[in-house]
């Protein structure tokens, strides 16, 4: 049976559709060969079909239904082994999906590390007269999402979808679980508009047709909204976990649900 063995895991469903038709098929044949040979005995009248012919009939009957159970349970076998193997390879996918969301949560920086960042870059763009802009980003996670590892994956999506449309020079920052923020230098507040609105699309596309999160886009400039360093800290800094104090004349911020 090796020859028939070499079953791509993509068409496994085909496959077993295949396998069923061929069963019913042959059952069919099995049954219409059965009618034939009995038909005589239930009849009792004479056929031509007798001596050597209808013993090739009968022996031709009894190997085709042993190759028919012989081949049904090994091709039960090698789907249910393929089945077993697709389990668990997508449970090794999900496990270095995890793996990877802890790799780059644990990687981006901190507040501490966005706090002495901002205070160079404000110090550089307020000496030449240039804009700063800073996204801060809220993940919420559904209600239902409730495993720890599930939530870090949600995050984790969350925060590649950030840096994909993160320049070369801007930074982005874990603030506090489900928060990121994101330094743009030399960013008025029109272009960060923009940029808030290319983030909000792609994670609208990560979130899924069905969210698995709401998040929360605000935005802080330097010098439309704020004056100094400090402002943009205290703007920044949570109230509580995934909660972020909204900048006095802000806008509010931008909330999507993916409908």
Known sequence: MRVFDHIDPVEIDRREIHLRLLAITVIFILAVGLGVMMYPAVFAKPMTLSGPTFRTMFFGFCTLSALLIAYLVDRHILISKLRARIVAEERAIQLI?????????????TMDTFADRLSMEFRRVSRVGQPLSVLAVEITVRADVSSPQEVALVHADAGRAILRKARGEDSLFLLDPGVFGMLLPRISTNVAEMVKEELKAELLVVAGPVPLFHFRIHIINYPDHVKSAQEIMDAMRPMAANCLIQPLGLEAAVFATGA
């Open 97 to 109: 999906q995890r793996e990877a969301s802890k790799d780059l949560l644990s990687s981006l920086p």
